[in-house]
């Protein structure tokens, strides 16, 4: 893997550890939450981009019209990178909390996030080290 690559999943794996921090905080604190949700999508943005490289450097995947979430997750489903709807999910959590202007939103979506997103965001991480060390 190409040293961009490495940069991106570091940092990916940097904010899945800071977001599974949510795990042990109080979560009715409105502060907790906002930063939570905050973390969450930057998580997602760089689990997808994690993935379109997968796609492209060991799946020879090129053909992304717009190389959109939305796509690369097919794509990726497809592949067997990721299983599940849940991923489509999570962008439309996502999407969402972008426009999460008095924090309802993540509210309504936090516990998803720690007791489901989290899972799939750790399954990502041993799918991506499980192709990182094997023999190619």
């Not at 067997?80 to 509210?107: A, C, F, T």
Request: proline share 1%; charged share 25%; glycine share 4%.
């Amino acid at each position: 893997m190409d040293a961009k690559f490495i940069k991106r999943f570091e940092s990916y794996q940097n904010s899945l550890n800071s977001l599974a921090e949510a795990r042990d905080r109080d979560l009715s604190d409105s502060f907790v939450l906002s930063g939570t949700g905050v973390k969450f999508s930057i998580t997602f943005d760089l689990a997808w981009k994690v993935m379109k490289d997968l796609l492209v450097q060991y799946y020879m995947i090129t053909d992304f019209v717009a190389g959109s979430p939305r796509e690369v997750l097919r794509n990726a489903f497809q592949a067997g990178l990721i299983k599940d709807d849940i991923w489509m999910e999570m962008l439309k959590v996502r999407n969402s909390l972008v426009h999460d202007y008095d924090g309802l939103i993540v509210k309504e979506y936090c516990i998803r996030i720690i007791e489901n997103y989290l899972e799939e965001f750790q399954a990502l991480t041993e799918q991506v080290e499980n192709l990182i060390h094997s023999p190619v």
